[in-house]
């Protein structure tokens, strides 16, 4: 499994990232970790039929095997995902326009 997760709190930048994310990487699943900016909520909910968002809930974090961190590369602005994303078995692939700062999450290309 392949997921596609930005930062806590989801601002429409990291909304943005994670939907174009789930397009470049076919199969990848979005997930909102904490609650979302009332905007983004009130848009992914009038086009969530559209995109491929699952439940943090009903998630097996040990199935996933590719994490896309979009918007953050902060370890400790991933929540669940940290295990995840620090994980050597799982491939991480990291798009962040912040620059890159000590103790970051290290992505393939990186």
Known sequence: MQVVVG???P?????????AA???????????LGTQNANV??????????????????LDLKAIERIILVDT?????????RSVALDPAVEVIVYDH????????????D
């Open 7 to 9: 930062h806590a709190n």
């Open 11 to 19: 601002d429409f930048d990291a909304y943005a990232a994670t939907i």
């Open 22 to 32: 789930t397009k470049l990487y076919p199969g990848a699943h979005g997930v909102f």
């Open 41 to 58: 909520r009130a848009f992914h909910n009038l086009h969530e039929d559209f995109l491929d968002f699952v439940d943090l809930k009903g």
């Open 73 to 81: 590369r902060e370890a400790d602005r991933v929540g669940e995902f």
């Open 98 to 109: 912040h620059p890159p700062a000590d103790g970051d999450l290290k992505g393939v290309d």
